[in-house]
């Protein structure tokens, strides 16, 4: 446990030594937000609500939806594992005695705890001081936020690690970005929430877990649901985290025996 | 004394992609790809005792990397057995892991952002150190490999000799039983070469730490390791003491005869003439082992001598002439 809280510690601290990016990627997301919101502002300019939905909650949903629960660095995972095989730099990192998912898990949760920290809240707090941004529908509604908020977390990152272990067999880890990107772009409801959606899809999305990254989190925070429902969504999604980490178990046990170390 | 790394029988088969020529080729090959198997490790036994030192040598592609890859628990073999200290490795490696300590000279173990001391600190956790002897390993280590000006300095700064210093350290720092280096002086001055060499085999001594290390460089071998096992294209060509090696591959020396003029004929029992013009006879000797005295002695020749040498082939000369040798073949 020492070394998982040393690793992400020390994947924080990585990202502290890049601060010029810091300030692009903050700006980045600044007009990310500003797009989104402004999309929203089209669509309902003359309607009051959509689907029982306001426009207030949907800038509130761009807001947190995407920087908190944005599921958009989630492919770095993806990436960063195929860069480790195609390098080579797959040997060293074995040599480590800890498990190699463990070890992506820590890099990956010390990264993210730095964007939510220095990226995700000055923009919220910007954003939220020029469009307004809501409070939790309830105390209730808060309080589970905050358990989707770990479950969102957790599923965003083992997605993420079990398609980087198939980098094991496919090698070009790009594919499998971008396949990744577009899975979770739509299916999280990151982009658009699944209220919207057509009836089938909509239908779809709801159960798989890409949906529990975004999308019922903030049906959640926003109050679509009502407290016994929301918890019901969170135990359910506790389900799925447990189904992705065995998937993750497997996958690796496997990827063993398919290691090659690139490049001598 | 026990062994505590055997190989036995080992073979690592790597499948490799057949490119076909032409763009059909490129079709074909992208519907039904032809895999060819190329060996890089095959059938290799060997055991190694605890405390030995050994030298894995051999040009590049013999699969030198590829053993120790395995010997790690990084690659499975595909046939045979590896055995470290009583595990296989791969199967456990983590356990493996927390054993032994590993040197890749081209790669790095190292956090490369992170200030140098932030590396011990996460070496530590990660190998679950008692306190007492981290603290104690740190500054042993640190005053040795003189690390303590860039302790604070981040990795990516380092140059490549302080960075190989650092990798050592660290490798070391958890008390390995036993200690890998893949080409630990590749790209290395003299000067820091003569460190890393002088660094090891007091480590060796020292602390008995089992060594094995992997390198082009023949004066590493020398200085460090008294048993050499020497590889090529994947098979086993010699295992012994380093002057063995002499013998075996039938290196013979060469004595070389300076006359004070043109001699005419010249002849030493049990020598083989070989070349020479002028006032000069080169002559191969037989390995039996005769002193230069006993040598001038079995001398017939009319004229006086001038100036005698007698050379004695180094390790990277007799490697030289196998290598060559087979190329040629």
Redesign the interface.
């Given at each position: 446990m020492s070394a998982f809280l040393a690793l992400i510690r020390a994947s924080f601290q990585r990202e502290v030594e890049h601060r010029a990016k810091m300030l692009v990627r903050i700006l980045g997301s600044l007009v990310e937000i500003v797009a989104r919101v402004s999309i929203w502002q089209a669509v309902f300019s003359g309607h009051g609500s959509m689907n029982g939905i306001t426009l207030s909650q949907m800038v509130t949903y761009a807001l947190i939806g995407g920087t908190i629960l944005s599921s958009w660095d989630a492919t770095m995972i993806v990436r960063d594992v195929g860069t480790t095989i195609r390098t080579g730099a797959i040997g060293a990192t074995l040599l480590r005695p800890v498990g190699y998912p463990l070890m992506l898990l820590a890099e990956q949760l010390g990264a993210r705890f730095f964007d939510w920290l220095l990226i995700s809240l000055p923009v919220i707090a910007i954003m939220g001081f020029c469009y307004g941004l809501q409070l939790p529908a309830s105390f209730g509604h808060g309080i589970l936020f905050v358990g989707f908020l770990f479950v969102s977390l957790a599923v965003l990152m083992l997605t993420g690690i079990l398609l980087g272990l198939f980098s094991f067999w496919v090698f070009d880890a790009h594919s499998l970005e971008w396949f990744m990107r577009g899975a979770l772009a739509t299916l999280s409801g990151g982009l658009v929430p699944i209220w919207f959606f057509p009836a089938g899809l909509a239908t779809v999305a709801h159960v798989l877990p890409f949906s529990w990254i975004t999308y019922h989190p903030m049906a959640v925070y926003l109050g679509a649901r009502d407290l016994a429902s929301s918890a019901l969504y969170l135990v359910a999604g506790g389900g799925w985290v447990m189904a992705l980490g065995l998937a993750v178990a497997f996958v690796w046990s496997r990827a063993c025996g398919q290691v090659v170390v690139q490049g001598g | 004394m026990a062994s505590i790394i055997s190989a036995e029988n080992v073979s690592k088969i790597?499948q490799q992609r057949v490119s076909q020529p032409g763009v059909l080729g490129a079709v074909r090959g992208f519907i039904a790809p032809i895999k060819r198997p190329v060996p890089a490790v095959d059938d290799i036994t060997f055991s190694i005792a605890a405390g030995e030192a050994v030298g894995y040598l051999g040009p590049n592609g013999a699969g030198k990397?590829t053993m120790i890859?395995m010997l790690?628990?990084?690659?499975?073999p595909s046939a045979g057995m590896v055995t470290v200290l009583g595990r296989q490795p791969?199967a456990e490696?983590?356990?493996n892991?927390?054993q032994i300590g590993?040197v890749?000279g081209?790669?790095?173990?190292l956090?490369w952002?992170?200030p140098l001391f932030?590396s011990f600190?996460?070496h530590r956790?990660?190998?679950?150190m008692p306190a007492d002897l981290f603290a104690r390993n740190r500054t042993d280590l640190t005053e040795m490999m003189g690390l303590s000006s860039f302790l604070d300095r981040?990795v990516r700064h380092l140059s490549l000799g302080q960075r190989m210093r650092a990798e050592i350290a660290m490798a070391l720092m958890h008390d390995p039983r036993i200690l890998f280096l893949d080409e630990p002086t590749i790209g290395l001055d003299v000067v820091a070469k003569d460190v890393v060499r002088k660094f090891l085999s007091r480590i060796n001594r020292e602390r008995g730490t089992t060594i094995i290390l992997t390198t082009h460089d023949l004066q590493d071998i020398e200085e460090i390791c008294p048993r050499l096992i020497m590889v090529d294209e994947g098979r086993l060509l010699f295992d012994g003491a380093i002057g063995e090696l002499r013998s075996r591959f039938g290196a013979r020396r060469r004595l070389t005869l300076e006359f004070v003029s043109e001699p005419g004929r010249v002849r030493v029992a049990g020598a083989e003439l070989v070349g020479g013009e002028g006032r000069v006879r080169e002559f191969l000797l037989a390995d039996d082992g005769r002193s230069l005295v006993e040598l001038l002695a079995a001398l017939e020749a009319d004229v006086d001598l001038r100036d005698v040498r007698l050379h004695e082939p180094g390790i990277e000369e007799i490697i030289r002439t196998h290598y060559q040798a087979r190329a040629a073949a």
């Open positions: - | 790597f990397s890859k790690t628990g990084i690659l499975a791969q490696r983590v356990a892991a927390r590993v890749f081209q790669r790095t173990q956090w952002e992170l932030e600190e996460l956790r990660m190998y679950r981040p």
